[in-house]
C-alpha cells in the first residue's frame, strides 16, 4: 500500500517562530495534496491544499509540494501557542492504485507544540 | 449552515453487541466516507461511496457494513465480529467532479467496548 509518512513529534517551537512541517508520499501518480488541523480529542480540519509545484500561501501558512522529490511541507510563520496541534498530511491516490483518485492516505501526523 | 454532523459523540457496547453510527451531511456532496482513528495513528478508511446506493469497502472494512440509500446520508454498523472496535469514528464527504476533492469531516464519534 503506497505510504505518506511524517515525524511524528512533538515539534516544539517558539512563540513568534516558524514551523517546518514536512511530509513524504510514495504514490507517484498523487495529485493533490492536503493539510489537517486536529486538537486533541477533535476532528481533523482541513488548512491548506496544493496541487501544482510550487508555494502556495494563505495567511500565516504556506504549503510546498515537490512532486519530482514526493515531498510536501506546511510552513506556519508567526507560530501561535493555539497552532498547537497535530498536523496530518493526506495526499489523493493515484489512478494506478485501483482507487477512485478522490480518496487519501493520511500520515499519522506531526505534533506541534508552540512555546509562549 | 451547511456541515457535517455525527451522532452519538460517545457510544459505549457491549462485547457481542452491534451498534451504528449515524453521519448526515447538507454540503450536496457526492462522497462520503468512513476512518477510524486510534491514538497516535493516522486515519484508516473503512468504506467509501461515491453515489447513491454505491459502496466500496476500504483498507480495514472486515467487521463493518454500510448503507447509502439516500446523499445525505451514510450510517455505518460496528458489527460484533470487528474484533477490535474501540476507536474514534470520522465520517468525512466531498465532491467527485470539478474541484480536487477536498474532504471535510463531521465532528467523530468515539466508541468504548466494555
Known amino acids: 500500500q503506497k505510504e505518506v509518512e511524517q515525524n511524528s513529534g512533538p515539534l516544539s517551537v517558539p512563540e513568534g517562530a516558524i514551523a517546518s512541517l514536512n511530509c513524504t508520499y510514495s504514490?507517484?501518480?498523487?495529485?493533490?495534496f492536503f493539510w489537517y488541523r486536529q486538537y486533541s480529542g477533535k476532528s481533523p480540519e482541513l488548512i491548506m491544499f496544493i496541487y501544482s509545484n510550487g508555494d502556495k500561501e494563505d495567511g500565516r501558512f504556506t504549503a510546498q509540494l515537490n512532486k519530482a522529490s514526493q515531498y510536501v511541507s506546511l510552513l506556519i510563520r508567526d507560530s501561535q501557542p493555539s497552532d498547537s496541534a497535530t498536523y496530518l498530511c493526506?495526499?489523493?491516490?493515484?489512478?494506478?492504485?485501483?482507487?477512485?483518485?478522490?480518496?487519501?492516505?493520511f500520515g499519522k501526523g506531526t505534533k506541534l507544540s508552540v512555546i509562549p | 449552515d451547511g456541515g457535517i454532523t455525527q451522532s452519538p459523540k460517545y457510544l459505549f457496547r457491549k462485547e457481542g453487541q452491534n451498534v451504528t453510527l449515524s453521519c448526515e451531511q447538507n454540503l450536496n456532496h457526492d462522497a462520503m466516507y468512513w476512518y477510524r482513528q486510534d491514538p497516535g495513528q493516522g486515519l484508516r478508511l473503512i468504506y467509501y461511496?461515491?453515489?447513491?446506493?454505491?459502496?466500496q469497502k476500504g483498507d480495514i472494512a472486515e467487521g463493518y457494513s454500510v448503507s447509502r440509500e439516500k446523499k445525505e446520508s451514510f450510517p455505518l454498523t460496528v458489527t460484533s465480529a470487528q474484533k477490535n472496535p474501540t476507536a474514534f469514528y470520522l465520517c468525512?464527504?466531498?465532491?467527485?467532479?470539478?474541484?480536487?476533492?477536498?474532504?471535510?469531516f463531521g465532528p467523530g464519534t468515539r466508541l468504548t467496548v466494555l
Open positions: 504514490d507517484r501518480g498523487s495529485q493533490s
Open positions: 461511496s461515491q453515489i447513491v446506493n454505491d459502496f
Open positions: 468525512a464527504s466531498s465532491l467527485t467532479s470539478g474541484s480536487y476533492n477536498e474532504q471535510f
Open positions: 493526506a495526499v489523493n491516490r493515484g489512478r494506478d492504485s485501483g482507487a477512485g483518485s478522490y480518496q487519501l492516505t
